[in-house]
């Protein structure tokens, strides 16, 4: 019965407001410190009274003489600020400056009264009155701040607005975490336990909490129980394993915060603002890909960048990440209006200094896009730019062609025109052995750039190179899965899958694109780039682990519908052909493809009829062209 009186009680108005107050007043908080220093004095006292025989006659009446003590006491609150904290939070540095003030008034009373007792032979205060009454005050002005700060907390836990946390991570970054916790106003976590991995400390009490080993049966055991989410430290986040230590936390119904790394917190310790929950692309299962800057800002600064697709996630990307290494001009070119307008508002914005030109066009325009390098003659090409949801390009592979193969064409002959040293072509790991016209659109694209490379590096070798980069699925990009499971989610569901055993490579947009200029500026011309994406990952599991992110229970809260596979949908990607193999290069991640060769008047003669084809809007004709270019293809639209 008492429980559910006080539950009613915390749940009240009148604590949701106390909740709500940001802090008590000044004024307030110094009237409550008056308060208790007079019931301190007037304890002290009768302490003395009882207990204290003396035959010297004190001068001063009792009002007048606790009026002198206050005086004081006011006066050292005044020059210690005592009453300038936030009592929910007070802490040890409170505790210092009551002791203080409390200790500076019965110093300076002791003085006073020792003054007159050997200067004038009467005393004003007996000296146990003064020591008392020290003692007293000091433990009930931390009394009161030690109570408001635990009734605010339990009030606070009782009514929702705090979270039990942990921290994952007891080193400094961990310990630094947990003060910003306890000590800023404006979190509403509570700490409520450590968690690692370090035997010397699991099982210890560390910042008045304990510190859980970090084991399935402890998580599900006692971990669960006690906390509502996961605070990462970002020392733990480098070298975490998300598939057996955040899925732990995951599946047992437990939001995951990271924070960034210390490099860039403001001060000792983190801002509020910059702990945020953690996104998917940090539970890929492997650790993030890590390139070394040094070549690519040899091959970018100082020079003309062009970016095809620059609105897009992936152009876009390239464009942020190009800043970096102090190009002379980013050219951003897309025909995308809107798109294209918000970018450039937004890179001026926040890039003030560097250069920036935006050119609307599209690439199967070569007309405009000749205009495009002649006007800006750039040194570095990055072609980001092409058509790339699989079931629509089924139904439309004239239109796949045209944005695809011509549009690859089109700026890789122009670029040997207008001497582009580097020509870098953004692929797909759906151009092996291709099921779907967008893989096999693709696929034409790399032959034709690399039968291109080969014919022109031997008439002169210091020719455009064109690269080529292949990688999977990008996370978060424009169309993927992740958004589209993100929007599913926010609706309720259900979450749509096309199989239970459909398999993905998935890499981050920052990754694929610091891969992608890492490849193109270090590329001798004619390879094709292959990433080591880790292990392929379930779109259902995906899907799973997207859900329980999102706060809810996969097939109990949202639940997950199988759909099948769409048109031109292989059950697993491939990054290499029975026929190619690969082999090592400067970066244990990246590895160059050995592809067959082709001769590049016999592929440009076919290419031309395959967009000759296309332009007829005759999509079993262009089909058909492209198997004769790429022979793999199997395709629902022919």
């Not at 596979?565 to 026929?579: F, H, S």
């Amino acid at each position: 019965m008492k429980k559910n009186v006080f539950h009613q009680l915390f749940k009240s108005d009148i604590f949701s407001h106390f909740i709500s107050l940001k802090y008590l007043p000044r004024w307030v908080v110094l009237a409550v410190d008056i308060i208790a220093s007079i019931i301190s004095y007037w304890f002290s006292d009768f302490i003395s009274s009882q207990f204290y025989i003396s035959a010297i006659t004190l001068q001063l009446p009792f009002p007048i003489e606790l009026a002198l003590v206050l005086s004081v006491q006011i006066f050292f609150f005044w020059l210690f600020r005592t009453y300038s904290g936030i009592l929910r939070y007070s802490g040890f540095v409170d505790a210092i400056k009551l002791l203080f003030a409390v200790f500076a008034t019965g110093g300076t009373l002791l003085i006073v009264n020792a003054i007159a007792d050997y200067g004038f032979g009467f005393q004003l205060f007996y000296y146990i009155n003064i020591i008392t009454y020290c003692i007293t005050a000091f433990f009930c002005l931390f009394l009161i701040r030690l109570i408001v700060k635990t009734v605010h907390d339990t009030i606070s836990e009782n009514s929702g607005h705090s979270v039990p946390v942990m921290i994952y991570g007891t080193k400094s970054a961990g310990t630094s975490i947990a003060k910003m916790l306890r000590s800023n106003e404006k979190i509403r976590y509570k700490l409520v336990g450590f968690i690692d991995t370090d035997k010397d400390v699991t099982s210890k009490v560390l910042m008045g909490v304990k510190v859980y080993d970090l084991t399935e049966e402890i998580v599900k055991k006692h971990i669960s129980k006690k906390a509502r989410a996961i605070i990462v430290s970002p020392l733990k986040m480098e070298t975490i394993n998300p598939k057996t230590d955040l899925d732990i936390f995951i599946n047992n119904g437990m939001s995951v915060l990271i924070v960034p790394s210390m490099s860039i917190w403001e001060g000792d310790t983190p801002s509020p603002r910059q702990i945020k929950s953690i996104q998917i692309e940090d539970l890929l299962g492997r650790p993030q890909i890590k390139i070394s800057t040094e070549n690519i800002s040899k091959e970018i600064k100082n020079k003309i960048v062009l970016i095809t697709g620059a609105a897009g996630s992936i152009g876009s990307e390239i464009v942020k990440q190009c800043i970096s290494f102090s190009p002379q001009l980013i050219v951003m070119m897309d025909q995308a209006e809107t798109p294209m307008h918000e970018m450039i508002l937004k890179m001026k914005e926040q890039y003030p200094n560097q250069n920036f030109s935006a050119f609307l066009g599209d690439v199967r325009n070569r007309e405009r896009m000749n205009l495009m390098m002649d006007t800006y003659r750039p040194d570095i090409v990055f072609h980001a730019a092409a058509y790339k949801h699989v079931p629509l390009m089924e139904d439309n592979p004239t239109e796949c062609v045209q944005a695809n193969v011509m549009g690859t064409k089109n700026l890789a002959d122009l670029s040997v025109m207008y001497n582009v040293s580097r020509f870098v072509m953004v692929s797909t790991d759906k151009a092996v052995n291709p099921t779907n016209v967008m893989g096999a659109s693709k696929r034409i694209a790399e032959i034709y750039v690399q039968s291109l490379n080969k014919k022109k590096i031997k008439e002169d070798e210091n020719s455009t190179k064109f690269i080529t980069t292949r990688f999977g699925n990008v996370l978060g990009s424009n169309g993927s899965v992740i958004p589209f499971f993100i929007l599913l989610i926010e609706n309720g569901g259900p979450v749509t899958v096309t199989h239970p055993a459909i398999l993905r490579y998935f890499v981050s947009i920052p990754e694929a694109c610091m891969l992608v200029l890492e490849a193109g500026t270090t590329g001798k011309g004619g390879e094709i780039y292959i990433f080591d994406m880790g292990e392929p990952i379930k779109i259902y599991d995906l899907a799973k682990k997207m859900i329980r992110l999102a706060g809810f229970v996969p097939d109990v809260d949202i639940p997950i519908v199988f759909t099948g596979l769409r048109p031109g949908e292989k059950l697993y990607e491939e990054l290499l052909n029975q026929k190619e193999k690969t082999k090592e290069t400067h970066h244990p991640k990246i590895m160059v493809a050995t592809v067959r060769e082709y001769d590049f008047d016999d592929v440009t003669v076919k290419t031309d009829d395959l967009i000759r084809f296309s332009y007829l809007n005759k999509n079993y004709l262009t089909v058909s062209q492209m198997k004769l270019i790429v022979p793999e293809l199997v395709s629902t639209s022919s």
